[in-house]
């Protein structure tokens, strides 16, 4: 498996987190070796399907909480999408062992998770919109705006359990809210949680011995300037990327039911990519078509009725996005969402037209597909956004 695997009573789990996964992981797989279905033993501490280091700090982290400090054996899953999973049984197997799911960066269970009729969901931990679904959780903590669901994460252990962050548990939460709040800047996407557990974090991940408190007044720090500088050069690190990885690499799937077909589900994709539609394609109409193609074997693969992607990057110093939207020729869809994405005021989009690569996309997608391209007026308006109002945009209501 791909995924890292923890469970341990807290009296004999090791303290260093390397050798927690490894020894941990190693005792889930010789359960399912023996057949064990006592599957109530087991909890998945399930990040969403973006995959991002978010979800892998935020899953890692509070199965070492609960396995730790709640006694409860859990397994940390992260949702790398990797072309060959579904080819190999043991790893479908291991999903379906057990019957309870903590859930960190998202608040709903999707795609094959959403199937199992037995599973409960026993913790939410997100900074997604809500959508309402498994109340019963304990602890159900969703907090909009928040920079990085590991600062929530964070935040808990710091409360109930502040001796058990050890240093590379630390470093961990640490690194993901410094890649998703830019290295906490102010102006940027920190948050009061961000801000306010950050010098906690800093303290026991040991990069410096001073001026901890600085974060909280945005000052930054060296030790920390140059942990973010490192991560966001390796985050957009993709130039070794075809357009089918880029994708892939950070996605997320929507599942809504029409507010013209109450009997129907409407399936959305949104890959988020870090590069320009211009530097993707080359600026060329032979790029766009292999752009656009891209798109319609990802939008068929992934059985999509629309497919959002989602671009940004940095053009002398300045944010821009841009949005590509591939959408199956149902004229009430189609209109619909042209329709709410033109109209909306938060994400100011102007439409692309005339450009060689846009042509050469409309080329690529073929018969039985629309393609629209768009500049995003606003550059602070992410998935998180664009997930909600697209959700708005289907079923009607907000």
Known sequence: MSEAVVSAE?????SNLLEFLRVQK?????ALEKGDTQNDRWTISLGNEAGDLDSLASAVAYAWYATHHLGQSTVPLLQTPR?????RAENLY???FSGKYALVDHNTLTGRFAAYERVRVVAIIDHHEDEKHHLDASPRIIEVPTGSCSSLVARLIKKEWPEGMSRAVARLLLSAILIDTGGLKAGGKAETADREVAPFLLERAELTSEGVGTLVDN??????????????AKKDSVDHLGAR?????DYKEYRFVPSWNAEGTLVVGLASVPRGIKAITGGDEKGGKVLGAACVAWLQEKGLDMLGVLTSWKDKGKHRREMVWVVRDDKEA???????????????????EGKKYVDGM???????????????????????????LIRVIVEGRE
Request: proline share 2%; net charge positive; hydrophobic share 30%.
């Open 10 to 14: 807290s009296s004999s789990a090791p």
């Open 94 to 96: 291991a999903l379906d």
């Open 245 to 249: 990885d880029l994708l892939r690499r």
């Open 26 to 30: 190693s005792g889930y797989l010789q």
């Open 334 to 352: 189609k209109q619909r969402l042209w329709k709410g994405l033109e109209g909306s005021k938060e994400l100011k989009l102007q439409r692309k």
């Open 83 to 87: 072309a060959d999973i579904s080819l």
């Open 362 to 388: 409309e080329s690529g997608v073929g018969k039985g597909l629309k393609v629209r391209v768009y500049e995003q007026g606003n550059a602070h308006a992410t998935r998180k956004v664009t997930a909600p």
């Open 219 to 232: 000052q930054g720090m060296k030790g920390v300037k140059e942990l973010t500088k490192t991560l966001e």
